[in-house]
């Protein structure tokens, strides 16, 4: 596998997903990993990722020499380069040295790192504050840009290298390309790791943490993710898990039979219902606050669960549908990025759980996890099903979720839903959604003056959910929403479109 370890760029987990596009498993660790778990890990190569700091802050994030000397190659990013820079010496310079966008690299001595790279010049993106303005011995320089002479550097033995550019992003169109050179190349990676020996690899870790006798609670969404997380362990236990979808009142139109006629019509899977809807809406009463709805939906859905594992025999174990980028916006290390949002599967768990985690997908992102779906033979009905999130429409209700405003949202959201099928957008949208404000504006219907709610229209594309585009609809189909909703949506007299792109904004509007 490969190590990388996380300053706190934005980019980090761009990087993960090229070394996986290259068929290298890696994980991302906190750059203050203890070196006794980095040696139990046992790499064949580590990343350092760039990071927000500066060289010259006090406290500024850095590594044991130990780590830079384990033996195996060791790749800088940016302000990954600087950390092995300055172990070897170097000195760098800020604030007049920024540089962000792009820029054009130019290679001054050929390095397997530029393997199969056409010509000298090659288009980058860069993105910061410090560069390396003079280099100890023990590095040579190997590329340069207008603004940074030390563009990319290697130890003379060529265990160690650092690149000023960001080469995991799509603005550098070699970077795919660089990163699958260091993995492949450098680190001797054979690149075998596939969808297959995932799915193998869980099912032995699945039995072996359950045991022969254990059974497994697992609570279904409806989602990509908990559909799938579920069919994998009942791959590995069989009869011993026991699912149940929990109709908590926040649900999409629909949702409940849908998941009767999947999951026990079709896969063979028992579905237990537990009937909680009056329980959630009344425990959300009165919270306006986006954080403290998440932990009482998480705090809800466990106590519920708690409950079922009691009816249903005692089990010792909860399954969960939990992705990488739900533990990396729900869970922050010290240095590396602030805590977006508490997720249901990780941060609004309460501490008194009784029931231990079955995570099977906590490595992956989405589109992984569709290829697992894949794999274990799920339909596309189930596989390239949209995103929905766990707190279900109680995050699209900006303000109190009530049971009228949940009905109100309902109705509008079906809607979108019929519309993007109509039109055949599903394949494109990552998500398309109904959002309900908490304001009201003025209005005219049938010759009167009306008062009501305002709907936003949420859709987005994306690739895994960490970064997404607002998507550019046609406006004949936009209008048709607008129409359609405050037609059918009595409560509503406004409809309005979210250009808003992640980042700076979330794709869930709480």
């Known amino acids: 596998m490969i190590l990388i370890l996380d300053f706190g760029s934005q980019y980090t987990q761009l990087i993960a997903r090229r070394v996986r596009e290259a068929r290298v498993y890696c994980e991302i660790h906190p750059y203050n990993l203890a070196l006794e778990k980095?040696?139990?890990?046992?790499?064949?190569?580590?990343?350092?990722s760039g990071g927000p700091a500066s060289l010259y802050e006090s406290g500024a994030p850095d590594l044991d020499d130990a780590v830079l000397n384990l033996g195996c190659p060791v790749l800088g990013i940016c302000y990954g380069m600087y950390v092995i820079a300055q172990h070897l010496g170097a000195h760098s310079a800020g604030a007049y040295a920024r540089e962000y966008g792009s820029a054009t690299m130019v290679i001054d001595q050929h390095d397997a790192l530029f393997d199969g790279l056409e010509g000298r010049e090659h288009q980058v993106w860069m993105s910061h504050g410090d560069r390396l303005e003079a280099l100890p011995e023990a590095l040579a320089a190997i590329a340069h840009s207008g603004n940074s002479p030390y563009a990319a550097v290697r130890t003379h033995e060529g265990r160690l290298r650092g690149i000023q550019f960001h080469p995991e992003v799509v603005h550098t169109p070699c970077g795919a390309q660089v990163l699958r050179n260091f993995v492949l190349k450098i680190c001797s990676e054979p690149g075998d790791w596939t969808?297959?020996?995932?799915?193998?690899?869980?099912?032995?870790?699945?039995?072996?943490?359950?045991?022969?006798?254990?059974?497994?609670?697992?609570?279904?969404?409806?989602?990509?993710?908990?559909?799938?997380?579920?069919?994998?362990?009942?791959r590995a236990i069989g009869a011993r898990l026991m699912c149940v979808f929990v109709d908590n009142g926040l649900l999409r139109a629909g949702e409940r039979a849908r998941m009767e006629e999947t999951f026990a019509a079709r896969l063979g899977i028992p579905l237990r219902i537990a009937e909680a809807a009056d329980l959630f809406v009344e425990r959300l009463a009165g919270v306006l606050d986006p954080e403290h709805k998440r932990r009482v939906i998480g705090h809800t859905f466990i106590d519920v669960f708690e409950r079922e594992a009691a009816a249903l025999?005692?089990?010792?174990?909860?399954?969960?549908?939990?992705?990488?980028?739900?533990?990396?916006?729900?869970?922050?290390?010290?240095?590396?990025?602030?805590?977006?949002?508490?997720?249901?599967?990780?941060?609004g768990l309460p501490e008194r759980m009784r029931?231990?985690?079955?995570?099977?997908?906590?490595?992956?992102?989405?589109?992984?996890?569709?290829?697992?779906?894949?794999?274990?033979?799920?339909?596309?009905?189930?596989?390239?099903?949209?995103?929905?999130?766990?707190?279900?429409?109680?995050?699209?209700?900006?303000?109190?979720v009530t049971r009228e405003r949940l009905e109100l949202l309902r109705r509008a959201d079906a809607v979108v839903m019929d519309e993007v099928a109509r039109a055949g957008l599903g394949a494109r949208l990552w998500q398309a959604f109904a959002v309900l404000l908490p304001l009201k504006t003025v209005g005219v219907m049938g010759d009167g003056r009306t008062y009501e709610s305002v709907i936003a229209i949420r859709a987005v594309e994306s690739q895994d959910g960490m970064t997404a585009d607002w998507a550019r609809l046609d406006a004949a189909f936009l209008a048709r929403l607008s129409t359609r909703i405050t037609n059918e949506t009595r409560g509503v007299n406004r409809v309005v479109y979210d250009i808003t792109s992640k980042p700076p904004g979330t794709i869930e509007w709480e």
């Open 38 to 48: 980095i040696r139990a890990l046992n790499p064949r190569g580590i990343i350092l």
């Open 195 to 234: 969808m297959a020996g995932f799915v193998a690899t869980k099912l032995a870790e699945i039995r072996a943490q359950v045991g022969s006798d254990d059974r497994v609670l697992m609570g279904l969404s409806g989602g990509v993710d908990s559909s799938v997380a579920a069919a994998l362990v009942h």
């Open 313 to 347: 025999g005692g089990a010792r174990f909860l399954g969960q549908g939990t992705l990488y980028p739900d533990v990396i916006e729900s869970v922050s290390f010290k240095g590396p990025s602030a805590v977006i949002k508490s997720h249901h599967n990780v941060g």
């Open 355 to 400: 029931l231990q985690l079955i995570e099977p997908l906590r490595e992956l992102f989405k589109d992984e996890v569709r290829e697992v779906g894949r794999e274990l033979g799920l339909g596309a009905e189930i596989v390239e099903r949209e995103p929905f999130p766990g707190p279900g429409l109680a995050v699209r209700i900006v303000g109190e």
